[in-house]
């Protein structure tokens, strides 16, 4: 089981790709929480093409609260993040359950969010760019740790 918590996503159109992506990479659940925007939104079901209503999604305003609810439950937390100590996600290995955050398009994932997880993972970057939009992002690391 991998699930997916997205805090403070501020586009509706990320937030769309990532039900999407979610629906295609087969993703048990995705937690939308802080401001991030829930469905149904036009804006939402303009990118997510329907994945809004196939894929499996809650609420939850304090991701931290969460976070230590699912711990409890036995998720691993894997935070897709660029830190010192972060791990190559393409070398990076974890059986399910898991559950992966992903944060804010221009903060990233809150410092609380990333001490409580049990791994950071980033994406190589080859380029002069530092990171990649958040719903693309997901996807590369959705298919890695599907």
């Not at 609810?69 to 290995?93: M, P």
């Not at 903060?107 to 409580?116: F, S």
Request: aromatic share 6%.
């Amino acid at each position: 089981m991998i699930t997916v918590l997205a805090h403070n996503i501020r586009s509706m159109h990320n937030i769309g790709s990532i039900f999407r992506t979610c629906d295609g990479a087969g993703i048990s659940k995705l937690y939308l929480t802080g401001y991030t925007a829930c469905p149904p939104r036009k804006e939402i079901n303009k990118t997510a093409l329907g994945a809004d209503e196939s894929v499996v999604w809650e609420y939850h305003k304090d991701p931290i609260k969460l976070v230590k609810k699912l711990k409890k439950e036995g998720l691993k937390i894997i935070a897709l993040e660029r830190t010192e100590g972060s791990i190559d996600i393409t070398t990076f290995k974890s059986k399910p359950p898991l559950c992966m955050i992903i944060g804010n398009e221009i903060d990233g994932v809150e410092p609380d969010l990333i001490k409580l997880s049990d791994a950071i993972v980033e994406i190589p970057m080859r380029g002069q760019k530092e990171s990649l939009n958040v719903s693309v992002a997901f996807g590369i690391a959705a298919y890695f740790l599907t």
